[in-house]
């Protein structure tokens, strides 16, 4: 399977507690984005990497959330000291390069993070 | 301001009618994208069709047409012939920027198709 995908898909965790997922784009893909979605609503951008660098991060987003993606393949996404307000579905995009195409994104499956 | 705006919570249709879906937007970047995805109940986010901002015509794929009007800042989908499987999330998207670094979504439209 070549397509994008993200783990752990399901994290069960108490408030407080760090958590992290990663997810792995499709490979030749140099853009990435990382998306939060609630219950009922679109996906809320999070941060944009192109290759390893990390050119969109949105003003929504808390001190505690930190995305990496170091070698410009996999990328992680920590959340600190989880709140309640953090459960949601994480969602990560990939797409090809900037400019010679329409960027469409290829999504993964998501991982579902619930802070008790 | 809201980048994409979808005004329509949720829908009905009958099955094998058309159905229309809204979306307005909002950019100053003269070269943008616009994208339907839908999402099913079991989640995954699947692609359904592109508009580019210079694109003369509207883009078709299938059952799926996208009437863009470029003044109104417009990209509503159209789904012909409705089937059942059609019942779903439907978010507008929009990329802009130089690097595509700017992909946002709308807060979407369910779709329910009675037969």
Partial sequence: DTGVSQNPRHKITKRGQNVTFRCDPISEHNRLYWYRQTLGQGPEFLTYFQNEAQLEKSRLLSDRFSAERPKGSFSTLEIQRTEQGDSAMYLCASGGLAGINTGELFFGEGSRLTVL | ?115
Avoid: H
């Avoid at chain 2, 100053?28 to 995954?44: A, R, T």
């Avoid at chain 2, 003369?56 to 003044?71: D, I, M, P, V």
């Fill in chain 2, 1 to 115: 301001a809201q980048k994409i705006t979808q005004t329509q919570p949720g829908m009905f249709v009958q099955e094998k009618e058309a159905v229309t879906l809204d979306c307005t937007y909002d950019t100053s970047d003269p070269s943008y994208g616009l994208f339907w995805y839908k999402q099913p109940s079991s989640g995954e986010m699947i692609f359904l069709i592109y508009q580019g901002s210079y694109d003369q015509q509207n883009a078709t794929e299938g059952r799926y047409s996208l009437n863009f009007q470029k003044a109104r800042k417009s990209a509503n989908l159209v789904i012909s012939a409705s089937q059942l499987g059609d019942s779903a999330m439907y978010f507008c998207a929009m990329r802009e920027g130089y690097n595509f670094n700017k992909f946002y979504f709308g807060s979407g439209t369910k779709l329910n198709v009675k037969p």
